[in-house]
């Protein structure tokens, strides 16, 4: 399942990877309250090296999931089908009220799953 991030746009949805079928019926997406701002504070860079055991071998990725995102442009948390996080899902993400009160979304230590939080840290 991904739950992708619009903070321009005030907006968050829902929806399962498009893998067999293009559509996802139970989508949904919701409009931020006027006064709430989104904002993805520390996005996850993932760098994959390959490096095959013979210089000369083309690099298979066979076993290296394809990865669909619908809103490829927006920040996307991706829950795997064992409940954990991908290593593509945003570290912090806050959410701030117009009177200034913040509450924080951040991955645990474990990297497996988030926490709501007073601050960042």
Do not use: C
């Amino acid at each position: 399942m991904d739950l992708w991030l619009d903070a321009a746009n005030g907006k968050v949805g829902l929806e399962a990877e498009p893998s067999f079928e293009k559509e996802d019926s139970k989508r949904t997406e919701f409009d931020l309250d006027n006064g709430l701002t989104l904002e993805v504070v520390k996005q996850a860079v993932v760098i994959q090296s390959i490096v095959p055991m013979n210089p000369n071998q083309p690099i298979s990725v066979a076993s290296v999931p394809r990865v669909n995102l619908t809103h490829a442009n927006l920040p996307t948390i991706r829950f795997l089908p064992d409940g954990t996080l991908s290593e593509t899902s945003p570290e912090k993400i806050k959410l701030s009220g117009r009177d200034g009160s913040a509450l924080w979304l951040v991955q645990a230590k474990d990297k497996l799953s988030y926490e709501i939080r007073n601050t960042d840290e």
